[in-house]
């Protein structure tokens, strides 16, 4: 009865499918749920390693900056205020002058993602920036 309903509907061989098929039903769910954590993890770490450049692209910015201006004796206060507008929040700036030259080096922490991923220490990130003095 049920091969004239699927023939009277036009789907003449569809009657039933094979043993073997009803077998794999819910296959690529599984798959999906196996690989969905993977993907997720590998999301997070991408997001986290693209923070950690922004964040040394902002510190090698924050060092040049204060050593341009403690460089064109700009005064160490206002020389180290500048760089911390650029650097990252927390960041770390150093400032040796030694009469020709300026050396300037900014640290900063980058912590990763946080949740299940809090166990992962945080990654230090610095640069330095050597700058010649100007006369005057």
Do not use: N, Y
């Amino acid at each position: 009865m049920t091969g004239r309903v699927h023939r009277a509907a036009g789907l003449r061989g569809c009657a039933q499918q094979p043993a073997a098929r009803r077998g794999e039903r819910g296959a690529v769910t599984a798959e999906t749920v196996m690989v969905l954590p993977v993907l997720v993890a590998l999301t997070l770490g991408l997001a986290w390693l693209l923070s950690l450049a922004a964040t040394q692209v902002r510190v090698v910015d924050a060092a040049r900056e204060t050593a341009r201006a403690a460089a064109r004796d700009d005064g160490a206060g206002s020389a180290e205020a500048l760089g911390r507008r650029v650097a990252p929040e927390g960041a770390r700036i150093s400032v040796r002058d030694d009469g020709r030259t300026v050396v300037v080096r900014v640290r900063s922490t980058v912590h990763g993602p946080q949740g299940l991923f809090g166990f992962l220490p945080g990654v230090d990130v610095d640069a330095e920036a050597v700058a010649a003095k100007e006369p005057g």
